[in-house]
């Protein structure tokens, strides 16, 4: 009769599998406090170890822990992380039963982020893979399972204060995809008797009162993959910012605690006073905002990073002589210390300031002046600065500067303590595009239209040194010389902000809060939203449930910004009935531009076997591409790795308590304590620090074994000595590491195929026998002075693809490289496809994945008055074949390098490098 039973509980039990997708079910992290285990979310804030766990590992004797190793320092972490499943076709409760009695388990992986300012002499890039435990939350009078969770701990390390927490599966079960959280230190909270409280100021509840609907997009600030938390301001007429430590996932609303002051003198003068908080930017350790002409500063207490600062108790003002018009970001930064820059307006027009960060010390640089000069002094012109970027690798500033009162503007370079230098004078006008290419190239003999071009600001990407000047138009240059002007974007509505990810894609929203998209090194722009593609996606998200959107519902974006997952969108909507919510959301890039192809590409319907079908002109050179033959990644990616399980519990339930937590928190602890304790160079097994954890216990390994075999484990735990390693054999999976480490001398060498569609795959037009002619990869290189790319092709006739070999090398050349990883080069590897662009994709399990780019921009060097060879070498059938093709150089100017190149025609043949040939993989260049 139990075994009948049985079988109907787990016929009831595993009912709902049937009718779970992926997409149906999904992880939900928070951090719980030691103290409260399994309840609601509390803030990640407390940075200290719990000394009273130690006491508990003294019962642990039939397992291979020594509390009276000197080595031995079982703590504990102030925090638990909890996870459990939110589902739309299921209840959580019974979610959370049926995954966990079908073996699913949450498998989750913590990143600690390198801080700004090492602990170490050699920055760390650490990762610890924990699988969560069971855990029957207090509550159930009966012993059936009334409400559960997994649990493991939150740990953090000495120096870090940003932590990525990726939430996976085991494979057991339902399935689940990964799930992303941002879990980061929050150093903006103390604790009363009572709650927790703010330290900038004052938690508000409704956020109706103060957000509309007609207030418009403002750009997220913050230093890059640094700041644990984020702040947002500009909510018009109010001393409110948004706050968050978790990426936006949830957010607070925050009175801001400062007076509300001004300047109103002769040289500071403000028609009207705002009460709206400005320029909001957040550095690792400190915040900053601009209220009016006033800076203010909060330092966060942040022990773990060992600041010398102990943190502020309040808001401080900072620049207090100087009337501050705006206040611009620097994402990266240099020798441990952050930055922000401050332009000056009213009679301090032209002057900009640069104010410091380190170890948690604010420091105000005065003007900054060469030769005792201003930049409108240099000029010698009434100007004022429009924008500034500060290239921390140079060691550069780059100014927009307006001729105060005209259309004319310029670039200005500064460098500290040194000099100013014009660079660039700004077209007036708008340039006419005379072709479809989307670009137009700025020699002095382009036509214009009779439309002003009024430049907003600049944006530089210091890995692959792509600099833009927006506004009402683009301009983009590999030089900051020699300039090129994106056509794609009408400029109808005028760029507001402008952003970069950094690795590839950019986003930008206009004034009439219209998102635009691009990807770096191309001359492709599309408008993301409001477009058709995006109605599309919005309606099928409707259709599917999905509570982030409405078809009804007002809203507005709030901003947009790019984080690990993408391009993500924070949006405020307003529900009948509701105080207003805001919702973050992955942007649904690859989506919107996967409809677009659609949308707009030729096609005509057909009819197969009676079936009616819709036929598409394929416009991608390629069905398949992916990486092969990569290598180990941990000797470039300089990640070292630890997995852990918890320990083996008697409970016959399965269900782990809080004390065989506790020991969990322990184990982890001391785990962590021995790597930070005996730091060595990375994937090195001779020296696993692990090996001094058992050392002593190692010989009784079997007994241990032995006794927990029979359920008579002391403690009611046994410590399995394998569940705690360090791991030095991690694969790569075919997936490129975005960030990898060269030293000097040293080659990363890996493959890339590519591979036709065929017919039978496309049930439409297909690409011609030979379009192996059409599928090139080329690659662009940031620093060619210091780094080397060489690329080889082999075509695989038989099977319609092509094979490159890819070896990307350090010449060994860059000079100002110190040991251990310091000062180190930051510089990019852009692989591209010829001719793709926007127009390939490829499906994943969580929907389509945009790949390849249309135009590689190659910076060549090329004095006037010589003649430049190209010596070109591919495999072709196996068969080495050599071509070379002479170009004279057509610049006048010989410290301007040479983009374009005259076969030896009229003036009007004048071609980009990017059109003279295919792009073939082995280009070697001299000069005759």
Not at 159 to 186: A, E, T, Y
Not at 409 to 422: H, L, Q, S
Request: aromatic fraction near 14%; proline fraction near 5%.
């Amino acid at each position: 009769m139990w075994r009948f039973l049985l079988a109907r509980l787990l016929l009831f039990l595993l009912q709902p599998i049937y009718t779970l997708s992926d997409s149906d079910c999904k992880w939900m992290a928070v951090v719980n406090r030691f103290d409260n285990l399994g309840g609601d979310r509390s803030v990640f804030f407390r940075q200290h170890e719990i000394p009273s766990v130690a006491e508990i590992f003294k019962e642990l004797v039939d397992s291979a822990i020594d509390p009276d190793d000197k080595n031995a320092k079982y703590l504990g972490f102030p925090y638990y992380l909890k996870i459990n499943l939110t589902c739309k076709t299921l209840d959580s409760a019974m979610a959370l039963r049926t995954a966990h009695y079908t073996g699913l388990k949450p498998v989750v992986t913590v990143t600690f982020e390198e801080p700004t300012h090492a602990v170490r002499q050699k920055q760390e890039q650490l990762q610890i893979k924990m699988t969560a435990a069971p855990y029957r939350i207090k509550g159930c009078r009966s012993e059936e399972v009334c409400r559960m969770c997994w649990c493991t701990p939150m740990p953090f390390m000495n120096g870090s204060v940003v932590m990525d927490v990726m939430v996976g599966s085991n494979h057991l079960g339902f399935p689940v995809d990964d799930k992303r959280f941002s879990i980061n230190v929050n150093g903006y909270m103390r604790a009363s008797r009572k709650r927790i409280r703010f330290r900038i100021g004052r938690k508000l509840n409704v956020l109706r009162n103060f957000m509309s609907l007609s207030h418009p997009s403002r750009p997220l600030w913050y230093t890059h993959e640094r700041a644990p938390v984020l702040i947002l301001g500009d909510i018009s007429r109010n001393k409110v910012v948004l706050f968050s430590d978790t990426g936006f996932e949830d957010y607070f609303l925050i009175e801001v605690a400062i007076d509300s002051c001004r300047i109103d003198s002769i040289t500071c003068k403000k028609t009207a006073f705002s009460p709206s908080i400005v320029d909001t930017i957040a550095t690792e350790s400190t915040l900053f905002i601009r209220q009016n002409q006033l800076v203010y500063y909060f330092v966060g207490h942040y022990p773990i990073l060992h600041m010398k600062s102990p943190g502020s108790a309040m808001w401080t003002r900072i620049l207090n002589e100087v009337c501050v018009k705006k206040l611009n970001p620097v994402f990266f930064a240099k020798n441990n210390t952050e930055y922000v820059i401050a332009l000056a307006g009213g009679r301090q027009e032209g002057n900009f300031y640069l104010i410091s960060v380190q170890d948690g010390i604010v420091n105000n640089s005065g003007p900054l002046l060469a030769h005792q000069q201003t930049v409108c002094q240099f000029l010698k012109i009434p100007c004022r600065i429009e924008w500034a970027v500060f290239s921390t690798n140079d060691n550069k500033f780059f100014l927009l500067v307006n001729y105060y009162g005209t259309p004319r503007n310029y670039i200005v370079e500064y460098k500290r303590d040194g000099y100013f230098k014009m660079i660039y004078e700004i077209p007036r006008l708008i340039p006419k595009a005379v072709s479809d290419r989307g670009y137009v190239v700025l020699l002095g003999t382009e036509q214009y239209t009779t439309q002003l071009l009024f430049p907003r600001g600049l944006a530089f990407n210091p890995f692959s040194k792509i600099f833009y000047i927006w506004g009402n138009a683009i301009l983009q240059s590999n030089d900051m010389v020699s300039y090129i002007y994106l056509s794609n974007f009408p400029g109808d509505s005028s760029i507001r902000y402008f952003v970069m990810s950094f690795n590839g894609h950019i986003a930008f929203v206009t004034d009439a809060d219209e998102v635009w998209v691009m990807k770096e090194g191309s001359t492709e722009i599309k408008r993301a939203y409001p477009s058709e593609a995006w109605s599309v996606y919005n309606t099928l998200q409707v259709m599917e449930g999905s509570p982030d959107h409405d078809l009804n519902a007002t809203q507005a974006i709030v901003t947009v910004f790019f984080d690990k997952d993408g391009m993500q969108e924070l949006v405020y909507r307003e529900d009948p009935g509701t105080t207003g919510k805001l919702i973050k959301r992955k942007f649904p890039l690859d989506h919107i531009l996967t409809y677009d192809q659609m949308i707009s590409t030729p096609h005509k319907g057909m009819t197969h076997n009676g079936i009616d079908y819709i036929r598409f002109t394929h416009r991608c050179p390629f069905a398949v591409v992916r990486f092969v033959d990569l290598p180990f990644p941990q000797r470039f990616t300089r990640m070292e790795h630890y997995r852990v399980k918890p320990p083996e519990i008697m409970e016959k339930t399965g269900f782990y308590d809080q004390k065989s937590l506790i020991v969990y928190q322990g184990l982890v602890y001391q785990l962590l304590q021995l790597h930070s304790a005996y730091h060595r160079a990375y994937a090195d097994p001779v020296h696993d620090p692990t090996w001094r954890w058992w050392k002593n216990k190692k010989q009784d390994a079997e007994y241990y074994y032995y006794m927990a075999s029979n359920w008579k484990s002391s403690g009611g735990i046994y410590v399995d000595m394998a569940n705690y390693v360090k791991i030095y054999n991690i694969r790569p999976n075919n997936l490129l590491a975005k960030t990898i480490y060269l030293d000097k001398k040293q080659t990363f060498l890996f493959s890339v195929y590519l591979s036709l569609r065929t017919t039978k795959q496309s049930m439409g037009e297909t690409a011609e026998e030979n379009s192996l002619n059409y599928m090139w990869l080329t690659i662009l290189l940031a620093h060619p002075d210091y780094i080397r790319a060489d690329l080889e092709r082999h075509e695989l006739i038989s099977r319609g693809s092509v094979l490159y070999k890819v070896a990307i090398s350090d010449i060994g050349k860059y000079p100002w490289q110190k040991l251990s990883g310091k000062d180190l080069l930051k510089s990019s590897a852009n692989l591209k496809v010829a001719h793709s662009g926007m127009n390939c994709y490829h499906y994943m399990d969580d929907g389509p994945r945009i790949k390849g780019s249309d135009t590689i921009i190659i910076n060549i060097g090329c004095p006037p008055g010589r003649r430049l060879a190209f010596d070109i070498t591919y495999t072709k059938n196996f068969t080495s074949e050599k071509n070379k093709r002479y170009f004279d150089c057509v610049k006048p100017d010989p410290e301007m390098p040479c983009f374009y190149f005259s076969d030896g025609g009229s003036a009007s043949r004048i071609l980009p490098v990017t059109t003279l040939f295919p792009l073939v993989p082995l280009l070697r260049i001299t000069f005759l």
